[in-house]
């Protein structure tokens, strides 16, 4: 192994780091309002098009000003109840008074919408969804490509992308922010394909990292969604918040873990248990299988633990069944083509002939990085680190709050997305050139590495990795309690005791996955003790946060948790206010936006 050091510097206007879709729609923006921007964009993958983005299968909701039944309000309405109220109201309006105009921005640059035979978008509904208020139906208001909306969106972002020469440096991963003066400056990139330290300054820097999945065992997630973003920030002694928000999506196939998206059951499909019997009906009586995410789940973990569910042979998994039989042949071989092949695929089952087993498998984090509405990054509730910036699901604005609704993360994607492109234009107008690297840029990255390449024991990286994620599903899963809760943050520590004693079997700095893997783990045990601490200290239930012994909503934690962790295990925890500035100003649908009760 070569001594570890900085072996280059490049200076660019802005660092994206994360090339998914949040991160390149903020690179469009930023290029659309100062053209001469030169960016660069690091991803830990082989390629943009390997981002996470591409799996999003079901579409987003957008409501058109003009629609004669559906409206913007109702669907402010909708996301503010969905997320338990716990979401900001300043970000919900932003966000849903800008859909249809950033729909119209994505149809304009080349994104192949499904249109109905008048040639008008299609619409599919979705959980939680509705007209009225909650008062009408379920409302019909995400549009979609069939079903690989992501995969739509990420080809359109990485086009326009490509036009505005936004230069990408693959497999590649951040491991430190440089600051000068309190301003972040850029960020220290290792280089797997090279084996080096690359800084790159910038005036700006934004993170979009993507989620947290693999602290579980079984995830929606991509093999890369290991909280890198989130490590990255705590270990600079900056906040996240809200990680004990973690969403269950109920409809995971048995064995994969692999999204069986809601559009099924909008199209129709509808769960049942071991009895042949929609239990749907019985939590939630007027939505039934299109209730909020956070409610099917805990609905399908509740016939599974009192009986019900269905014990799968193959995997030794109990489960419910998903029955989309009675879908037209269209609905299975073009609308959600890809979906129905799942099950063929990864189940060996027809979906068209058989019923389908189902079980809740992580899908999102609420959560993240704290951001204001423009996205700027923030070290306590009101103040922001210059130069620094979050999108996507790394960050949180929080438009999601507590529970996200289906449909609203590739929505809050690309318009958040927008609205940090403007900021960081803006920024830029004035900010200053970072100047030479600060002579302590990349200690705290060649101290993390030297470590590792110098660790003896016999402990096994990938043992300690699935571990963590056994006990993260089993204690700080859909259901949580205090002796769980403690048994999981003791068995984290214990972990991370452990790892010191993980012996790397290559000293190659070059495409050596076993290095990138351990400096996962140490993200990874960061992000689940954060998430188990703040779950600990938030006795009630809200949203995707159920505590078996707090089971209300209390209005003493009508806040967003903010928590730091510079060093391992000692976790401080702060709070922040949550935006009630549709219900404060008093217009004529006000009364909806207070702290409402939540049926469905």
Known sequence: MNKLRINSVLKKDVLIIGAGGAGLRTAIEILAGKPDTTIVAVTKVSSPQKSHTTTAQGGFAAVNPKDPIDKPIYHMFDTWKGSDCSSDQNVIKKIIDSAWEQTLWLDNHGLHFTRNEEGRFSKRTFGGHTLDFGEGPSAFRAVFEADRTGKGIMDTVWGESLKGN?????????????????????????????????????????????????????TTNCRQNTGDGLALVLREGLPVMDLEAVQFHPTGIVGPGILASEALRGEGGFLLNKNMERFMEQYAPKMKDLAPRDMVSRSIETEIREGRGVMNPDHNLPHVWLDIRHLSDYVHDVKLQEITGFFKKFAGIDPKKNLCPVRPTVHYQMGGIPTNEFGEAQKSADKIVPGLYAVGESASASFQGFNRLGTNSLLELFTMGKFVGDRVSEYLRDADDPGDLPKDAGEKSISLFSKYFEAKGSENLWKIREIMRELMTEKVGVFRNEKL???????????????????????SLIMNQELVDRWELDNLLDVATVIAHGAINRKESRGAHTREDYPERKMDYNYHTLAYMQEYGKVALGKRSIDMSIFEEKNRDYKHFDFVARKY
């Open 166 to 218: 936004v230069s990408f440096i693959n497999q590649s991963i951040a491991t430190e922010l440089i600051f000068k003066d309190e301003r972040c400056i850029g960020a220290i990139i290792f280089e797997e394909t090279r084996g080096q330290f690359t800084a790159v300054l910038a005036k700006a820097t934004v993170i979009s990292t993507g989620g947290l999945g693999q602290v579980y065992k079984i």
């Open 485 to 507: 809760l403690n048994e999981a943050i003791n068995q984290l520590m214990d972990l991370k005791e452990r790892s010191i004693h993980i012996k790397l079997s290559s000293s």
